[in-house]
Nanobody, 123 residues
Framework: VQLQASGGGLVQAGGSLRLSCAASGRTFSSADMGWFRQAEGKEREFVTAISWSGAGTYYADSVQGRFTISRNTAKNTVYLQMNSLKPEDTAVYYC?????????????????WGQGTLVTVSS
């Protein structure tokens, strides 16, 4: 699976952005997908994930209620809708894929990673 993230940019606090992650490869439909982020000088952290079927979604406490993950299997794409953005959401956002099973919020379970897209939220 190859992953290409896009949609990052500069937005004011309270604004919205939608990130996309386009996947190539026939295994997308059977892969759990996740978004992680890494702010400058900080460790990479889990943001959200969606199961291969789309039936299960998982969110970090810091984004619960503001971010929504979804996937379109026909387009081999996973989306991250980010609303009510805060300056502390500023980071490089990475999409990732893993086989079914394992912890959704642990980066080590993911074996495919996109290149990252920068989100900057100004105050």
């Amino acid at each position: 699976v190859q992953l290409q993230a896009s949609g990052g940019g500069l937005v004011q606090a309270g604004g919205s952005l939608r990130l996309s992650c386009a996947a190539s490869g026939r295994t997308f439909s059977s892969a759990d997908m996740g978004w992680f982020r890494q702010a400058e000088g900080k460790e990479r952290e889990f943001v959200t994930a969606i199961s291969w079927s789309g039936a299960g979604t998982y969110y970090a406490d810091s984004v619960q209620g503001r971010f929504t993950i979804s996937r379109n299997t026909a387009k081999n794409t996973v989306y991250l809708q980010m609303n009510s953005l805060k300056p502390e959401d500023t980071a490089v956002y990475y999409c990732a894929a893993k086989p079914d099973g394992g912890a959704y919020n642990v980066a080590e379970w993911y074996n495919y990673w996109g290149q990252g897209t920068l989100v900057t939220v100004s105050s």
